[in-house]
C-alpha cells in the first residue's frame, strides 16, 4: 500500500479518537492522498493554500489553545521554508506540533531539485525541542503515528509519498527512542534510515555471500539519538557505514559520527548524497547518480573493514 494510503487511514482513525486533532495541508492534500480527512472531518481538516509560514503559525497558536496541530506537505516545504516558524513559533514556544514531511530525498523523484529536500534533517537538527524520524515503511509509519499521537513538543515525520519496500510484519512495536536491529552481524555495522534499510538489507546479504557478517541497524529516530544501539554494536564490530537518504553533511552520518567521536572512536563510512542539490530522475536513476545502491553499501562496507 501506498504510504500516503496508510497515512490517510491512521489520520482517519486517530481523528476519529482525539477530537482535539487538527490536520493541515499546503495545497497538497490530492498529491499526498489526505484529500478523504476534509470530508469525514470538515471542520479538522482543511487546506491553507500555498502559504505554509501561515500554516506553521496557525498549528502553534492552535496547539497554545490546547489542540494537537498535524501540518502536511513535501519535506523541502515542511522544513527549509518554515525554519524560523518550526525555531521560535514551535520549539521555542514549546508547543506540540507534527510536521509531516512527504517526498523525501530522491523520492520527489520528478519533482525535481526544487522539491528534492537533502537537507531537511540537517535543518532541524540544531533547533532543540525537535524530534526528527526517518520512516522506513507502511508498518513503521502507522506504528509512528500511532504511539506519537500524544508527543511532547515538535515531531518531524520524515517519509516517501509513495510505495515503500516494506521491512517490517505486523507484529512490529515502534518505539521512538530505540532503534531497530534488523539483522545481527560481528563484522562490520550498517546503520540506515528511510528508504535506505531495503538496500542496506540488500547489501548485507551480499556480503553474506563474500563471508562478511554485517549488522544492519535502523535508526529511525535522528534526534534524539539512540546512542546505546551504536556504541553496543561498534563494541563488536568496530567499523560502521551509514546510508541515508539525504546529505551526508547534517544527517545521519553527522548524527552517529558525532555518537563515535565521544564516546567509541572508529571508522565511519558514509553513503548517500555528497553535498549536491537534486534534480529530476527516478529513485533508480537518482540511487545511482548519487551512489546509493546495494553495490555501493557493500563498497563502503569493505573500504571501512579495512581500518580495523
Same mark, same amino acid.
Given at each position: 500500500?501506498?504510504?500516503?494510503?496508510?497515512?490517510?487511514?491512521?489520520?482517519?482513525?486517530?481523528?476519529?479518537?482525539?477530537?482535539?486533532?487538527?490536520?493541515?495541508?499546503?495545497?497538497?492534500?490530492?498529491?499526498?492522498?489526505?484529500?478523504?480527512?476534509?470530508?469525514?472531518?470538515?471542520?479538522?481538516?482543511?487546506?491553507?493554500?500555498?502559504?505554509?509560514?501561515?500554516?506553521?503559525?496557525?498549528?502553534?497558536?492552535?496547539?497554545?489553545?490546547?489542540?494537537?496541530?498535524?501540518?502536511?506537505?513535501?519535506?523541502?516545504?515542511? %522544513?527549509?521554508?518554515?525554519?524560523?516558524?518550526?525555531?521560535?513559533?514551535?520549539?521555542?514556544?514549546?508547543?506540540?506540533?507534527?510536521?509531516?514531511?512527504?517526498?523525501? =530525498?530522491?523520492?520527489?523523484?520528478?519533482?525535481?531539485?526544487?522539491?528534492?529536500?537533502?537537507?531537511?534533517? =540537517?535543518?532541524?537538527?540544531?533547533?532543540?525541542?525537535?524530534?526528527?524520524?526517518?520512516?522506513?515503511?507502511?508498518?513503521?509509519?502507522?506504528?509512528?503515528?500511532?504511539? %506519537?499521537?500524544?508527543?511532547?513538543?515538535?515531531?518531524?515525520?520524515?517519509?516517501?509519498?509513495?510505495?515503500?519496500?516494506?521491512?517490517?510484519?505486523?507484529?512490529?512495536?515502534?518505539?521512538?527512542?530505540?532503534?531497530?536491529?534488523?539483522?545481527?552481524?560481528?563484522?562490520?555495522?550498517?546503520?540506515?534510515?528511510?528508504?535506505?534499510?531495503?538496500?542496506?538489507?540488500?547489501?548485507?546479504?551480499?556480503?553474506?555471500?563474500?563471508?562478511?557478517?554485517?549488522?544492519?541497524?535502523?535508526?529511525?529516530?535522528?534526534?534524539?539519538?539512540?546512542?546505546?544501539?551504536?556504541?553496543?554494536?561498534?563494541?563488536?564490530?568496530?567499523?560502521?557505514?551509514?546510508?541515508?537518504?539525504?546529505?551526508?553533511?547534517? =544527517?545521519?552520518?553527522?548524527?552517529?559520527?558525532?555518537?563515535?567521536?565521544?564516546?567509541?572512536?572508529?571508522?565511519?563510512?558514509?553513503? =548517500?548524497?555528497?553535498?549536491?542539490?537534486?534534480?529530476?530522475?527516478?529513485?533508480?536513476?537518482?540511487?545511482?547518480?548519487?551512489?546509493?545502491?546495494?553495490?555501493?553499501?557493500?563498497?563502503?562496507?569493505?573500504?571501512?573493514?579495512?581500518?580495523?
Amino acid at each position: 500500500m501506498e504510504m500516503r494510503k496508510v497515512l490517510c487511514e491512521t489520520m482517519e482513525n486517530l481523528m476519529n479518537k482525539h477530537d482535539n486533532i487538527i490536520f493541515m495541508d499546503g495545497d497538497l492534500a490530492e498529491a499526498n492522498g489526505t484529500m478523504p480527512l476534509r470530508k469525514v472531518f470538515p471542520e479538522r481538516a482543511f487546506d491553507t493554500g500555498i502559504s505554509e509560514q501561515n500554516m506553521a503559525s496557525m498549528a502553534a497558536g492552535m496547539s497554545a489553545y490546547g489542540m494537537n496541530p498535524y501540518i502536511c506537505t513535501f519535506t523541502a516545504f515542511s %522544513t527549509r521554508r518554515i525554519c524560523d516558524q518550526i525555531a521560535i513559533s514551535m520549539a521555542y514556544a514549546k508547543q506540540n506540533i507534527k510536521i509531516i514531511g512527504t517526498d523525501a =530525498g530522491i523520492a520527489s523523484e520528478l519533482n525535481g531539485g526544487t522539491h528534492m529536500s537533502f537537507e531537511d534533517i =540537517g535543518v532541524l537538527r540544531s533547533i532543540p525541542n525537535v524530534t526528527i524520524v526517518d520512516l522506513a515503511d507502511e508498518v513503521q509509519l502507522k506504528e509512528a503515528l500511532i504511539e %506519537t499521537v500524544d508527543h511532547k513538543g515538535v515531531l518531524y515525520l520524515r517519509m516517501p509519498r509513495k510505495e515503500a519496500p516494506k521491512i517490517y510484519d505486523e507484529n512490529y512495536k515502534f518505539d521512538l527512542y530505540k532503534g531497530d536491529v534488523i539483522k545481527e552481524g560481528t563484522d562490520v555495522t550498517i546503520f540506515c534510515t528511510g528508504i535506505m534499510c531495503k538496500p542496506s538489507i540488500d547489501a548485507c546479504e551480499m556480503l553474506k555471500n563474500e563471508g562478511i557478517n554485517a549488522e544492519v541497524i535502523n535508526i529511525h529516530t535522528i534526534k534524539p539519538i539512540d546512542k546505546d544501539i551504536i556504541l553496543n554494536s561498534l563494541k563488536k564490530t568496530k567499523a560502521a557505514v551509514t546510508c541515508e537518504n539525504h546529505n551526508i553533511i547534517g =544527517g545521519l552520518y553527522s548524527a552517529v559520527s558525532e555518537v563515535v567521536a565521544r564516546n567509541y572512536p572508529v571508522s565511519v563510512e558514509p553513503v =548517500g548524497v555528497d553535498d549536491h542539490f537534486g534534480e529530476v530522475g527516478s529513485m533508480k536513476f537518482l540511487s545511482k547518480k548519487y551512489n546509493m545502491t546495494a553495490e555501493d553499501i557493500v563498497l563502503a562496507c569493505k573500504k571501512v573493514i579495512k581500518t580495523k
